[in-house]
């Protein structure tokens, strides 16, 4: 059996089960991670027609997007937000559950 990049099989799961995407995404969003969500951005890119297509929908420079995905950047909330759009998606504010809320 040939091996593949785990980006690649990542790329094809989200393609053939976006709700697997959005879950993902919620999950990582929940927590935090803005590496994590980087990952997952540049591999929904991937599953989106690529890097190229996504930055032309997006309305972005591909090299920005690049950037903007790479494990240092630090995506701009309008980047982020035009990413998500280009993919057919959106960002969502939901309230903490009390447990998780903290008290100023």
């Given at each position: 059996?040939?091996?593949?990049?785990?980006?690649?099989?990542?790329?094809?799961?989200?393609?053939?089960?976006?709700?697997?995407?959005?879950?993902?995404?919620?999950?990582i969003l929940k927590d935090g991670d803005q590496a994590e969500l980087l990952i997952v951005l540049r591999q929904l890119a991937?599953?989106?027609?690529?890097?190229?297509?996504?930055?032309?929908?997006?309305?972005?420079?591909?090299?920005?997007?690049?950037?903007?995905?790479?494990?240092?950047?630090?995506?701009?909330?309008?980047?982020?937000?035009?990413?998500?759009?280009?993919?057919?998606?959106?960002?969502?504010?939901?309230?903490?559950?009390?447990?998780?809320?903290?008290?100023?």
């Open positions: 059996m040939k091996s593949r990049p785990h980006d690649d099989a990542m790329a094809e799961l989200y393609r053939s089960d976006p709700a697997l995407a959005l879950e993902v995404i919620n999950d991937q599953a989106f027609g690529g890097v190229q297509a996504v930055a032309r929908q997006a309305r972005l420079n591909p090299t920005q997007l690049y950037r903007t995905l790479s494990p240092t950047g630090n995506p701009a909330l309008s980047s982020v937000t035009a990413i998500l759009k280009a993919m057919g998606l959106r960002l969502a504010v939901q309230p903490l559950p009390l447990a998780e809320q903290t008290s100023a």
